[in-house]
């Protein structure tokens, strides 16, 4: 009787301990918030899966990470990322390979190769500035990554062989420090959220202006997952508060759809993108030297330049 008693509080001794052990190893659910929207929500910080994705002296650490949200699913932060294998786009302005040029003048963009995405196109030259991080696909195909992904601020020529109507998709990320939360330090702020910004002007004649469709896959930082207002496919944190701390911070994610940069995908339901000032932006000389070839291409995002950290546009040229 006195072995079936010690037996019995071994075994009572080892599922706690086994449950103890399966809890600590689980993703923690927050059950302080009721969120009844589209996304999946996650809070506090993420874990580093790559320490730093690029390395340039005064240029800030890139790192990637991973977070668990709530409904048991695991999103790669800022955003998953070709950086790694994509070919990187040729320079317009950067300082990290010593080519910081005053003006057009000084860059030689006839030596630019051409990349070929149909065979049967024409040659088309773009001008692109990006805060912090994108993607070009066009006609479905990945024509290059940013060859910064964070800083120093940097600007991109590029030469491709496209037939038209072309079809641009373009992946925009604002990086971040802290990852899962959306923010850097600035100004002795370690948490603040950080801005974006994207201008581009291409020889088809197309530029960035409210004329492109924009959506947002990653939300941060935010006191409440419900601040964020969505009708239809739009996904508003205008009126969302940011909180004190990373530790109080939730994010909402949605996952990108697989085809969003195919050239039949219909992004005609997204909202359109939305206009920021110059001085909103506040673009560095990457643009400013390059101002007059930007011409009227103006500065677009989705509707939060700040909490917005991970956006697809789209746009159809002539």
């Not at 929500?41 to 790559?50: I, S, Y």
């Not at 530790?247 to 920021?276: F, G, M, V």
């Amino acid at each position: 009787m006195v072995k079936m008693k010690y037996i019995s509080i071994i075994l009572f001794v080892l599922l706690i301990s086994f449950s103890c052990k399966k809890s600590s190893s689980s993703a923690v659910v927050d059950t302080t918030v009721t969120y009844t929207g589209t996304g999946s929500v996650t809070k506090g910080l993420g874990v580093a899966t790559v320490s730093n994705l690029y390395s340039c002296s005064g240029g800030r650490v890139t790192a990637v990470g991973s977070i668990s949200s709530s409904d048991g699913k695991s999103w790669t932060v800022p955003a998953e990322n070709s950086f790694a294998t994509g070919t990187k786009l040729p320079d317009l302005y950067n300082e990290c390979n010593g080519k910081s040029p005053a003006s057009i003048a000084q860059v030689d963009t006839a030596s630019v190769p051409v990349s070929v995405i149909d065979a049967d196109g024409e040659i088309i030259t773009g001008y692109i500035y990006g805060d912090n991080y994108f993607e070009l696909y066009v006609n479905g195909k990945l024509v290059g990554v940013d060859a910064v992904p964070f800083t120093p601020f940097n600007a991109s020529f590029v030469k491709f062989k496209a037939k038209r109507p072309i079809k641009y998709a373009i992946k925009l990320v604002d990086w971040e420090e802290n990852l899962g939360v959306g923010t850097e330090l600035n100004g002795g702020d370690a948490n603040h959220p950080g801005d974006g910004g994207f201008a581009a002007k291409f020889s088809d004649g197309t530029v960035t202006n409210s004329s492109w469709k924009a959506q947002t896959y990653y939300i941060a930082p935010l006191s409440s997952p419900n601040c964020v207002i969505e009708s239809g496919t739009s996904r508003n944190s205008s009126g969302c508060a940011v909180p004190s701390s990373a530790a109080n911070a939730y994010a909402l994610h949605w996952a990108l759809p697989t085809n969003w940069y195919a050239s039949d995908y219909d992004a005609s339901t997204w909202p359109s993108a939305s206009i920021y000032s110059s001085a909103t932006v506040g673009p560095k000389v990457a643009y400013s030297n390059f101002a007059a070839q930007f011409g009227n291409a103006q500065f677009i995002w989705s509707s939060n330049l700040i909490l917005d950290n991970l956006v697809l546009i789209r746009y159809t040229g002539n």
